[in-house]
């Protein structure tokens, strides 16, 4: 079942790439996120979240949210997700520019294994996304995905900086309703907790997506900060 959901998530993620006829860089952007996580009871846990992203080169403000997550550990290898999120999206595109207010939610399972120096997890999600100020008959369309992302980190003898590599495959699900494209983000980083201070980490990531056989790729910078209260 582990090398399967891993194979699953590489095999979706290349061939998202290797279709396409040519590759361009299209963009720089920086994720900065600090939050906490919060043990409610034994089995239950929440995550919070508030993050800031910028793009075109970092030069300007794509997005910010805040973001919920309750994970329910069934055992020792499987965890139940809810996810909400609300977001503000700097829209300086096209004849109607400004800021819009969405939501977003997610429900899905991870699973997690070890082997020897070896941590693999592996989660797969429901997403769905709508525009809070507009109507369905003002054109609102709720963009859908299923989302599957396999993340392995190896844990290095003597040092804290284990790296990790993760690869995340997003399925759209609502046809030709929206403009909604296959998409793979790749990533490599590392994570390390400080006694009293929390956990700080860092990721460069890039994200792959196809237009008209065009493979078109954005690379991020991803500064995370997280809080065990």
């Known amino acids: 079942m582990l090398r399967r959901l891993f194979y699953i998530a590489i095999v979706l993620g290349m061939s998202v790439i290797v279709q396409a006829q040519d590759v361009r860089l299209t963009d720089v952007e920086l994720w900065l996120k600090a939050g906490g996580k919060v043990d409610l009871t034994q089995k239950l846990k929440l995550s919070f979240e508030e993050q800031i992203r910028f793009d075109n080169d970092i030069a300007d403000l794509k997005n910010y949210h805040t973001e919920l997550d309750f994970r329910y550990k069934l055992n020792d290898h499987f965890d139940l997700h809810a996810v909400g999120r609300f977001s503000t999206r700097n829209d300086n595109e096209g004849a109607n520019q400004g800021f819009e207010n969405r939501f977003r939610y997610q429900v899905g ?33 709720h963009e859908k995905f299923w989302r599957l992302r396999s993340n392995i980190e190896y844990k290095v003898k003597d040092w804290k900086y284990d790296p990790q590599f993760r690869v995340e495959y997003f399925g759209p699900l609502n046809g030709d309703d ?32 196809k237009k008209d056989n065009i493979s078109f790729v954005d690379q991020i910078f991803f500064l995370k900060y997280t809080y065990q209260f």
Do not use: A, P
């Open 178 to 209: 929206t403009n909604s494209v296959d998409e793979v983000r790749l990533g490599l980083g590392t994570e390390r907790e400080y006694d009293g201070l929390g956990e700080f980490g860092f990721f460069f990531l890039m994200d792959f997506y």
């Open 109 to 141: 399972s991870s699973y997690s294994h070890r082997t020897g120096q070896w941590r693999f997890k592996h989660r797969l999600l429901y997403q769905n996304q709508n525009d809070l100020e507009l109507t369905k008959t003002e054109g609102d369309v």
